[in-house]
């Protein structure tokens, strides 16, 4: 792959600027717009993935996706793993070559066009595709800002914010005891529990098979009442519900109002839009809804019911960068504010700090604090400090990815990017 000069490819610019100032006045004296002048042409040449397995206190698999350019550019993506995710990744891959990639929303118009297509009589993995073009969104931002050697913030319209809160998934109390030192040093002031019916399934009497007994859910208040005394007062407390049945939703709600939490995380599928709304109206306690849905129209009849108080897009899930924060300036109209979920690698979080910054209505990002989380890259580091991580200032998404220490996760079979 060529090396990439940017100061060779700005000046190229600079002087293509200069040719189109001098040519644009004619003999009269008015503005010319011939064919006299063209513009520096970068071309997307390859579209590569490699999939990570880690476990850093929590597992995950991920697939990070490059596209390389003409003029030695590369620009980094991710998304969850899967076989059936690279397939519709590596897909897209004749649609993109030869394209200019700093076009990102046509790009990303043309990608979505066919991932609702018929393939042969049924619905082809559409949801999976819309992974695979979010990775392949945040790839393009990323190589377009480096192209023209600003962050990926300007790119969405600029920043409100020069940090972004973080809130951190914990899972059980004991989980979060372990770690305490960690998120006292990262200065944590929102933390998430599991606090959810399976949690009981197999106490005797706490269950009847999907309903929630009036033992069981005493047994999750108590749950909640412990973590609340061990909890710092001053920090938030959000928890995973996952109550399956609208009648356990609405009496888990009911009981744990005293709490006072952030917000109750899918306390119900996301399947029935009046029964969400049935659900909110029902409790002062915030709902959240968000990681499983797919583009702007997915959330849209939430927000139109107030079904829902908080959403939270996947910036690797939902359609990538631009369209979370469409996602978010949606809710914004309807006066709801954002917490976006993130379980991604360092390259996601990194994306995931540029659109939070951009957002007008942003609370926080989940962050799952994984020991060195940030190893995969090399030079800067995003700062966790204050319950709040940086948003890097460097070109596309500011960061890069480390080679040498990226292989050592690669998951069994997988090599670096083809080579």
């Known amino acids: 792959m060529p090396f990439f000069d940017r100061r060779k490819f700005m000046t190229s610019l600079t002087g293509v600027a200069g040719a189109t100032l001098a040519g644009s006045i004619g003999a009269s004296g008015e503005p010319s717009f011939g064919d006299s002048h063209s513009y520096p042409k970068l071309r997307i040449t390859d579209i590569k993935t490699t999939m990570l397995k880690v476990d850093w206190g929590w597992q995950r698999n991920w697939m990070l996706i490059r596209i390389d350019t003409d003029q030695g550019i590369s620009g980094y993506g991710d998304t969850w793993a899967s076989d059936q995710a690279r397939a519709h990744v590596l897909s897209y891959r004749k649609l993109l070559l030869g394209k200019d990639p700093t076009n990102v929303e046509k790009l990303f118009r043309e990608m979505m066009s066919r991932a609702y297509i018929s393939f042969g009589g049924a619905h082809f993995d559409s949801g999976v595709q819309v992974h695979a073009v979010s990775g392949l969104e945040t790839a393009l931002w990323d190589l377009t800002g480096k192209a023209i050697g600003v962050p990926v913030y300007k790119l969405l319209g600029g920043k409100y914010r020069d940090k972004v809160r973080l ?87 009911k009981a744990v109002e005293p709490f006072d939490l952030a917000w109750v995380e899918d306390p119900i599928p996301p399947t029935d839009v009046e029964a969400w709304a049935t659900l909110t109206a029902s409790s002062h306690t915030p709902t959240l809804i968000g990681e499983g849905l797919h583009l702007r129209h997915e959330f849209l009849e939430f927000f139109r019911r107030s079904a829902v108080r908080f959403v939270a897009p996947d910036f690797q899930i939902c359609g990538g960068l631009s369209e979370a924060k469409k996602i978010a300036e949606l809710a914004d109209i309807h006066h709801l504010l954002t917490c976006p979920h993130n379980a991604s690698s360092a390259i996601g979080i990194a994306a995931a700090a540029h659109a939070c910054a951009a957002m007008p209505n942003f609370l926080a990002l989940e962050f799952h604090a994984m020991p060195g989380w940030d190893r995969i890259l090399k030079g800067y580091r995003p700062k966790i400090s204050n319950g709040h991580i940086e948003v890097p200032e460097g070109p596309g998404l500011g960061v890069e990815l480390d080679e040498e220490e990226t292989r050592k996760y690669l998951m069994d079979g997988e090599t670096y990017f083809g080579t």
Do not use: W
């Not at 059980?172 to 944590?188: F, V």
């Open 167 to 253: 809130y951190c998934c914990v899972g059980s109390l004991q989980d979060y005891l372990k770690r305490l030192s960690d998120y006292q040093q990262m200065g944590i002031t929102c933390v998430k529990f599991d606090v959810t019916p399976p949690n009981v399934m197999d106490i005797p009497d706490a269950m009847m098979e999907s309903h929630l007994t009036r033992k069981g859910l005493n047994l999750l208040v108590a749950s909640l009442e412990e973590i609340r005394q061990k909890v710092n007062k001053d920090i938030e407390i959000s928890v995973e519900a996952r109550c399956g049945t609208l009648s356990n939703a609405m009496r888990y709600l």
